[in-house]
């Protein structure tokens, strides 16, 4: 099985840092195990790795070329998907995309094709939704962090949180509901400290957003969402 199983071949002291591990099952009973890990030079960038229902490794290749940070994984019953933070040449972080289908893995590619160099798009939240792939993230486009909601390969984005400049909003979840729409989750850095915000956002996406976000003490709207969110 996979218990007490090391990633890496190497000896330990050979670590080279590796961090933000994420895991994807696959159809097949296999997994897929993403992660942060520095290059020989000390680059930063995705290493992936691929184990069968016995847990032997099938294989690990690197996915990114250049600094790239915190891999999130996400799948469907044919498909795979890898996201991650690919450092630009201006010195942001723009988050970018690839995708596994019948065992091959397409090239990367930027996951907000409008996306200006410089800018730090970051705490991507990737989820399946009537078998397309959403991702939600945090973007510093308006000089604070603005929550962007995109389906991949059919962007715009649409930003989904309504607070004002200057508050941050980080850390999404999102889920997916019978109704087929999403249930997003994240939290506002106000002035008076953390807020934890909510929305429901209709799907296919469209020109508006859903609504901004009630506050999570809402607590009996948020239980019968999670009630009726797909598992």
């Not at 691929?50 to 999130?72: I, K, N, V, W």
């Not at 000089?143 to 999404?172: F, K, M, Y």
């Amino acid at each position: 099985g996979y218990e007490d199983e090391q990633l890496d071949a190497r000896d330990p002291g050979e670590s080279r840092g590796q961090s933000f591990p994420d895991a994807q099952a696959l159809p097949d009973g296999g997994l897929l195990i993403a992660w942060q890990e520095a290059d020989p030079s000390g680059t930063p960038g995705i290493e992936l790795a691929e184990f069968d229902a016995q847990g032997q490794l099938r294989g690990r290749q690197r996915m990114s070329s250049g600094a790239a940070y915190r891999p999130r994984l996400a799948g469907s019953a044919d498909r795979q998907w890898l996201i991650y933070e690919a450092r630009d040449a201006a010195g942001g972080l723009q988050l970018r995309w690839q995708q596994r289908e019948s065992g091959a893995w397409s090239a990367a590619q930027a996951l907000d094709p409008g996306a200006v160099a410089g800018r730090w798009q970051r705490y991507a939240e990737p989820v399946v939704a009537n078998g397309q792939l959403y991702v939600a993230w945090s973007d510093d486009r308006a000089g604070d962090d603005d929550l962007l909601l995109i389906r991949a390969g059919g962007g715009p984005p649409l930003r989904i949180d309504d607070a004002p400049a200057g508050v941050a909003s980080l850390s999404a979840t999102a889920l997916p509901l019978d109704s087929g729409d999403l249930m997003l989750a994240w939290q506002d850095e106000t002035a008076a400290g953390p807020q934890l915000r909510w929305t429901v956002q209709p799907l296919p996406l469209s020109g508006r957003g859903g609504g901004g976000g009630a506050s999570l003490l809402l607590l009996g709207g948020l239980i019968l969402l999670r009630r009726r969110a797909r598992r």
